[in-house]
C-alpha cells in the first residue's frame, strides 16, 4: 500500500503524517507513508485545500486532519 501525505509543512499537515504512520503501526499494514510538500505535485491530485491524505493513488480525505480511528478505516 503506498499513501501519501500532501501538504507544504503546516502544522496540520505535520499532525496528519503523524497520525497516519501512527495508524499504519497499530494496524501492522505493510504499506509506505511518503510526505509530499512540492505544491506541483500536490496539485496533480486535484488538491486545493491541504491536509490531504492519497491511498494507492485516490484521494481519500482533503482539508482536515481526521481521527486516528478514521484513518485505521480507510486502511
Request: hydrophobic letters at 40%; aromatic letters at 2%; proline letters at 3%.
Amino acid at each position: 500500500m503506498e499513501i501519501k501525505v500532501l501538504g507544504t509543512g503546516c502544522t496540520k499537515c505535520k499532525t496528519l503524517e503523524d497520525i497516519t504512520r501512527k495508524a499504519v503501526e497499530e494496524k501492522g499494514v505493510d504499506a509506505t507513508v511518503e510526505k509530499v510538500e512540492d505544491i506541483m505535485q500536490i496539485m496533480t491530485y486535484g488538491v486545493m485545500t491541504t491536509p490531504a491524505l492519497v491511498i494507492d493513488g485516490k484521494v481519500a480525505i482533503k482539508g482536515r486532519v481526521p481521527s486516528i480511528d478514521e484513518i485505521k478505516d480507510l486502511l
